[in-house]
């Protein structure tokens, strides 16, 4: 009986070795996989980023299809070389360094030339991120079409502040992913924060809700490891990191005395919310609502809280979706003009839920056969698993502001354009005007200042000190023509500001008005 028992325990001796032998090289090709990285496809990532890039902003600025906010944008970066600061004199709810670029570029068409540069970058950092989180190389590639199709849709016309922060924000992730992957080699997270300080002065809200989305991700990845320590160096490595960027870009606004003015009207999106008596709440709700499901929004966040899913791609899209639900709740209690471009600060959010949607090679608690199986295609599930709706919400975004521009309001734009040279020729290039309208293109068309920061009624006028000043600037500044979009109801401080100080000018103008000063 000794000698058998002998002989069965080295026969179960020997299967235990023999089973840890083959679960080594399991893991050991499970290594091998998470460190296997794809090429990165530069070529199709130019190609994607060029076409983008057109249908995002060369196609709106030649037909005219931008959107009231990116006008405005365009006029600060011409305006800010005829004088002035921007937050002091000219209006500006994004970054300082957006509007270097505007300032750079002039405004013009020449703009499209940094996005496609950015949206070069954050395609590559997407990319890797991908790679290197679920080990897919061929579903990266998949995703970037995604993403690119979803830029041209989301930005067309306008949100061109959070395009140029995504390079930025992508390389921070990338930065993350590749410590969920490799939790043993923490590096680079200085570099983190120094990318969001720079995203910061491109899309100052969106990268605060970006940053605490791998804030959080970071907390609960290191805390299911019990890395606690690792976890507080790292999150005094980030804050030196966005420091040494933030505070000597950010000093320019304590030099210029603007400090006060940048974060009161960065702030602007937040302090304007209105919740209870919002007269936009059912058009922002059906508007942005139903987008945002057309363009698998809800499927989203769905996934990102409740799919099965290895814990380093967890804890990225659970806080993700929290984000992307906050992000269109801004949205939907804003008070701002209803425009497509404005959901374009869901892209990083909604780019982080279609990443974590592709099965990792090394998903944890998933069986081996599972693992290797085919995984399905990142359009399958973008297209299908929507029922294909993102289809007809991406061909809204970009038909919707044609039909508008040149079907059922055809006959505004032809007056709008014959008020520009008509206010032209009956200026001086060192007058100011102001224009009652819901576009602020006349501006940089009739090359005249507008007599306020605040260059339409519709823009950034839901709080009462920005009515108030509005209506202070108009009376201060005397601006020499005022043109009246007849559709646009007259203040009533503006309505006695005109019987005042200003004669109608006679035209054969059927939507606007034009008023001289006396």
């Known amino acids: ?27 050991s090709v499970q290594d091998q996989e998470t460190k296997k990285r794809t090429p990165t496809p530069f070529f199709s990532i130019l190609i994607g980023s060029a076409v983008a890039t057109a249908l995002s902003v060369i196609l709106p600025f030649v037909f005219d299809l931008l959107s009231p906010q990116q006008t405005q944008d365009f006029y600060t970066g011409w305006a800010l070389h005829q004088g002035g600061h921007v937050y002091t004199d000219y209006y500006g709810t994004n970054g300082l360094l957006y509007y270097l670029l505007t300032y750079i570029s002039q405004g013009s068409v020449l703009f499209a030339f940094v996005e496609w540069v950015a949206l070069f970058g954050a395609g590559i950092f997407l990319f890797k991120s991908t790679d ?6 061929e579903q990266a590639k998949q995703l970037l079409g995604i993403f690119y199709l979803l830029v041209a849709g989301l930005s067309f016309g306008g949100g061109y502040a959070t395009i140029l922060a995504l390079p930025f924000l992508f390389y921070a992730l990338n930065l993350v992913t590749t410590y969920f992957a490799e939790s043993n080699h923490d590096k680079g997270f200085l570099r983190i924060g120094m990318s969001l300080a720079l995203a910061f002065f491109f899309a100052p809200l969106v990268t605060t809700l970006y940053a605490l989305v791998l804030f959080f991700a970071l907390l609960a990845f290191n805390i299911g490891r019990g890395y606690w320590a690792r976890g507080f160096y790292q999150f005094i490595a980030v804050g030196l990191g966005f420091s040494l960027f933030f505070y000597p870009i950010g000093y320019y606004t304590v030099y210029k005395g603007s400090f006060g003015s940048a974060i009161s009207q960065i702030l602007y999106p937040i302090d304007s919310l209105n919740f209870m008596s919002n007269p936009d709440l059912l058009d922002n709700l059906l508007f942005y609502g139903l987008l945002a499901i057309g ?43 209803i425009h497509g471009s404005r959901l374009a600060e869901l892209l990083p959010f909604m780019s982080i839920l279609l990443l974590t949607r592709i099965r990792a090679n090394d998903a944890e608690g998933v069986s081996r056969r599972r693992r290797y199986s085919e995984a399905p295609s990142v359009w399958a599930i973008f297209l299908k698993g929507n029922a294909y709706l993102p289809s007809l919400a991406l061909a809204y975004l970009f038909l ?28 001086e290039t060192s007058d100011r005007i102001y224009v009652w309208d819901d576009s602020a293109s006349a501006y940089q068309a009739s090359e005249r200042l507008a007599a306020s920061q605040l260059l339409t009624p519709k823009l950034h006028t839901a709080l009462s000190e920005n009515h108030t000043k509005l ?14 979009n007849t559709k646009i109801a007259l203040w009533t401080e503006v309505e006695q500001l005109l019987a005042e100080s200003y004669q109608a000018v006679q035209s054969d103008f059927k939507d606007f008005k034009l008023y001289k000063l006396k």
């Open 295 to 337: 363009l698998g929004g809800l499927t989203l966040v769905f996934a990102g809280f409740f799919q099965s899913k290895p814990s380093k791609q967890y804890v990225l899209s659970i806080f993700a979706a929290l984000a992307l639900v906050l992000s269109l709740g801004l949205e939907i209690f804003s008070t701002e003009p």
């Open 132 to 137: 290197i989180l679920t080990g897919k190389g």
């Open 471 to 484: 209506v202070n600037d108009l009376r201060d500044n005397q601006p020499k023509m005022i043109v009246v």
């Open 1 to 27: 009986m000794n000698v058998y028992g002998r002989i069965d325990e080295t026969t179960e001796t020997s299967h235990y070795r023999y089973r840890d032998r083959s679960d080594n090289r399991i893991e």
């Open 400 to 427: 919707a502001p044609l039909v508008a521009r040149y079907i059922l309001h055809s006959e505004q734009y032809q007056e709008r354009a014959r008020i520009e040279t008509t206010v032209k020729g009956q200026t």
